[in-house]
């Protein structure tokens, strides 16, 4: 795009930029709502790692992957967590040295500054230079998709943060060719991005304060924040948000667990005779096998057990290393590190109570009113389970947890800049939400202008035979086939006792709280398996697409009211007729054949119209399939007679 640099910059756009420890991200609030800024074929997370390259005193930077991924081949002039340096004095910084690969000095006024050795001597960066790489870097991508220069931005930092933290971020910024126009503490960019704070309707806008608490556990930070909300008493403007007390620790994350299953994977690796017994894998050893960690334990977010198989020897399948990680396994190895953050919780929990005019901890507990999940590690069902527990209520996960900082600050800098949200912020439910049921029709739970908050329940139930597990595919839209409507998202509700057809009793719940987040939860009533989505249904929808939705559905009210009988008509018949079959073979001798012969016939005809209709709904007309399958059910009473004789009979047997 090389008409970028010469565009125009538009003013009126404001981008939101979480410049994180390990990766960046920048975002942007539209009319299409708030979204996450990536080119094609590029991951939406940049990591915050910078290669210096070339000679000292003109030398040139790698962003990203590339940075990061080599790393480890250039550990003295490759540049990671340099936030940990930001605005920090040599003597602040001390603790993280350690951990840092590259040569720390001391700068002017103490500051903490970078070394690199290149060719023909040394330099000396500081963290802002380094940071304003990553933030340029993200600028031009912002500007790649955009189309247009961009010069403004929100930038997020830790609540923590200092002044001079602050102020060495916005420095960057200046270095990048952005002007920073507000920073904003990442807890409460994570609840703008919720829409909490947000009001739509000004005569709602008098209520009381609410508190948010906010658990950000990412690769190599933890931090919770406690935040009160002071709603705004004006239409569009944000409400005030305070951070009232934080806590955490900025050593402890996924890397951690990571950490965990090394040492059990180098254990076992000794034992086998694999691995020498007291000296340290090699660093490639070591980086195979933390990539290897990684990558099962986030498919031990997703699945109960995974499977693991490393060629430790020449290639030969000689020395193989194969073993199955169950979840369980991973939780225990996690319990103590997981722990360490929810005391945190509780400390922050403490702090926040006399703020909030609490007397106790826990009556600080229930005054929290949501609870909003970000970083990474967040995915992990067991820190969902904990978070869930201690503060005595679901957490927000609808938004990927990665880019929810970003996307906050997109809100911000979309507020900023006159915008509204971004998306749609209204009182109701615009566009109707349901499940898809069997046959591809559309289930609807909640109505298209229903108020928020909105709950309904509806029960449903299998269609197979001996299904262990249902698909639940979450829609919205007004039109009755789900291929006609927007999908939301899907879920599967499994480990269900096998059973006939129609037995399951599957209670589905939907809840559209007063953000706006729909969460949809499905429980079989026999074995109390749960799972449950959470999504935001008016992210990504535009009025324009509200309105043609509503247009279309008026079109085809008529037709799409049709194929919804058939659909329904089809899948209802095709279970009379595998009841009445499987009745016919069981009885057998017992019925008279004159009544078989007519059961028969009427089977015959109601599949022959049956199969019509699945392979053209239009071929059929509904009510000409509603008098078949009544011809059959009417026929079919003394059936039921003989079988419930037959039940009575078998069991006094
Ligand atoms: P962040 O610093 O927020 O980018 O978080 C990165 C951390 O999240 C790393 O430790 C990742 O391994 C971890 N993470 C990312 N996805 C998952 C997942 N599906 N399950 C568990 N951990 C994850």
Redesign the pocket.
Known sequence: MSSTEAAKPNRDVIVGIDL????SLVAIADERGPRVLVAPGERA?LPSAVRYEGSADKPTTVVGDDAKERAVEFPLTTITSVKRLMGRSIADAAPDLAYLPYTVVEGEHATARVLLPLAGGSRVVSPQEVSGTVLGALKRRAEAVLGHAVSRAVVTVPAYFDDAQRQATRDAGRLAGLEVVRIVNEPTAAALAYGIGLERDASRNRKQDSVVAVF??????FDVSILRLTPAQVEGETSFFQVISTAGDTRL???D??HALVALFTRELRERGWLDRGADPSPQVRRALKQFA?EI??????QEQARIRIDVGDGSGSRVYERTITRDELEAMSAELIGRAMRACETALRDASRELGARTQEDARRMIDAVVL???????PL?RRRVAEFFGLEPYTAID??QVVALGAAVQGSLLSGGSRGSLLLDVVPLSLGIETVGGAVAKLVMRNAPVPARAVEMFSTSVDGQTSIKLAVYQGEREMASDCRLLGEFHLGGLAPMPAGIPQVEVEFLVDANGVLRVSAMERRTGRRASIQVIPNHGLTREEVDRMERESIAHAREDMTRHRVTDLIVNARLDIRWIEDRLTRLGERIEPAYRDELRGHVSRLRDLVDRAASDWQSVNPDEIHRAKELLDRSSVRLQELSIVESLRSRDA
């Open positions: 994180g420890t390990t990766n997370l950000d556990l990412g690769g190599g930070t994350g996924g890397d667990i990571d990684e334990k986030h498919r031990l977010s997703a970000v970083g990474g590690s967040t995915r992990m820190v947890p990665d």
